[in-house]
């Protein structure tokens, strides 16, 4: 089960009395706990019938007492139980798990950990209730899930747009929707995202970023890589190298695996698992480079990231190893 389904029984009026949400991907629990707190009661039950718990402070015993209440002047009560990882005493709530009220939705928000699956209290949790664990999204699936949510506003968005947004923001999921949020007010009566819109309200420059960069060094364009390269320098905390040289050692490892593909572009986009858009970048770097020369970048790249943090380095900036670097991958 997933957060999704949770919230669409919720709002279907099917509930469970204990749902428990764990794991290291903070904003599907934030989004369940959210919903539970402002959907589940109306404004009116809200004031009876919902109690706030967090762990560093909660006393369990109050906990205990919050949920065995019966609920004034609706059919159900919420207890949420937030930053429960912080509660050293928890599994005292070993007796109410035993035996839950129907009346009481109790939500659990279980951050950077899970439940010990060998303890009675975690099977108690998972008999009377549903459990979810989340995981943290691979970068790889970043860029379907920012599609997804950008149709779920019922807005499209470019494959280079949605490039510049996903590679900008990362694996942070809350702040994608947010974004996202952003772009859907400003569009007006629009329902397509591009990189101008990009550039514009998310400050994303759409000339001189890192996907610019893969670009220019798979055409093997000196000249533009050091222009962004000075844009980097002179931007860095827009484009910090910790940054920059996972994104580049992301593309050319893909650009290795092309040379044990064969068929169509779309083919080699299926097999390394890049939009059929850009797979022309991909190919192309591997016709210029040869599997010599894509071996060398991957060298240097790991090179220079071990310099970025001081191995082997004596005191050059991080813009000075980055031109340095895209000198010697196209040498």
Known sequence: ??????????????????????????YFIDKAVNYAEHHILTEAEASFNLSIFYGKDANWADILNACRRYPMFAERQVVLLKEAQQM????????????????????????????????????????????????????????????????AKGLSITPKGLALLADHIGNDLSRIENEIEKLSVNLGKRTQINEDDIERYIGVSKEFNV???????????????IRIVQYFESNPKANPIQLVLPSLYGFFSKVYMIQAISGDDRTVAAQIGVNPFFVKDYIQAYRIYGTNGIENILMLLHHYNLKSIGVGNGSADHGSLMKEMVIKMMS
């Open 1 to 26: 089960m997933s957060v999704e389904t949770i919230i669409s029984d919720w709002k279907k009026k099917q509930f469970r009395p204990i749902y428990w949400l764990e794991g290291e991907e903070e």
């Open 88 to 151: 050293k005493d928890v599994e005292k709530l070993e007796p109410y798990m035993e035996n839950p009220l129907a009346s009481t939705i109790l939500v659990v928000s279980y951050k950077d950990k899970k439940l010990d699956a060998r303890k009675k209290f975690t099977k108690l949790v998972k008999e009377k209730g549903v459990v979810i664990s989340t995981k943290k999204l691979y970068d790889r699936d970043i860029p379907a899930w920012t599609q997804d949510m950008v149709h």
């Open 211 to 225: 996907f610019e960069l893969q670009s220019a060094i798979a055409s093997r364009d000196l000249a533009r890589s």
